[in-house]
């Protein structure tokens, strides 16, 4: 399953877009709950079920969703659960338990929509670059045709109804995954969390909320989801983003004021061991790609493109890499065979 995805670059990681040298990708996520149907992690059995046929009978009655992929749950194995989350199809929580839930991709493998997670629906979008609105019109397209099948948990006060209070109102997130090597380096970062808590936004990791800060990756999402409109919300992660676009770019223009020639050796000597290495970790080489992106970005390297870069992030993930060459690996082998993957993928960019 899903070997022909892997075999292509994600669409919302090929380098297409506003401030793409920056910003990787921006994702919409909403949040939606069937009227009258008890919330998936407090119903019973039968709720669950009886979800999953709704979201089955828009499927068979819309033009539009029938054209997408839809798995259920219980169908997918574990390699594949990975992946999924590594592609930022599906989140970790997705994977709590897999009884009665299921999953709608569409056909560009932009827009999922997850089955009985925390909320009955979850319908994400992503974007290549900063793009929030269109995300957004893309998750809100989906969540429209559904609307036309089921009607969905709604207060006139409140808003959209979620089975976390934190969601409720819109039942939107909105997120930016923003690379800041520059920050990181001239140690500004933390000051620059604390402006960005400030402003309303959480900063996070590769994968979201609990995860890791992997390759100098931060990703930042909207806090409040109620008292302030989708349009709102829109224009706060734009507004940040460029506020944080803003002190990267003066934060590289500081290493190259004052530390050219440190900065020169540490992206060549990152470029080096991708060119050249013979056993490397997945963490290790999300360092080194942030060092030659960051060297792309500043013009050190200028013969990459950034959507080799990107796909070279992401096929290094661990179900990634062994989905692409169709079998499964232990860590040390994972490790000899990114190595493989990665020199042949600059060797192809080199020709």
Known sequence: MFEDMAKNPAAWLSGEGNESLVVLSTRV????????????????????????????????RSKMLGEGSYYKASDINELDQNFLIERHLISP???????????????????????NEEDHLRIQALSSGMDPKGSYEMA??????????????????????????????????????IHLPGLVLTREIDKVISHITRSGLVVRGFYGEGSDVLGNLFQLSNQNTLGISEEEILNQIERVAKEIIEKEAAARQRLRDEAEDMIEDKIWRAYGILKHARVLTSDEVMNLLSAVRLGHAMKIIDF????????????????????????????????????????????????
């Open 29 to 60: 996520r909403l949040a939606r709950n069937i009227a009258g149907c008890g919330y998936p992690e407090s119903a019973d059995e039968e709720t669950r079920k009886r979800i999953i046929n709704y979201f089955d009978s828009c499927l068979a």
């Open 304 to 351: 990459l493109n950034i959507a080799l870069i990107n796909d070279i992030l992401l096929l290094s993930q661990p179900a990634h890499l062994q989905k692409f060459y169709g079998y499964e690996m232990d860590a040390n082998k994972r490790d000899f065979v990114r190595a493989q993957m990665v020199r042949e993928k600059l060797r192809e960019q080199n020709k």
């Open 93 to 115: 929580a997705f994977l709590n338990g897999e009884a009665f839930k299921a999953l709608f991709i569409d056909p560009d493998a932009r827009v999922s929509i997850m089955v």
């Open 140 to 177: 809100i397209k989906y969540e429209e045709e559904v609307g036309r099948y089921l009607e969905f948990d709604y207060d006139r006060d409140f808003g959209y109804l979620t089975a976390c209070p934190t969601n409720a109102g819109t039942g939107m997130r909105a997120s930016v995954l």
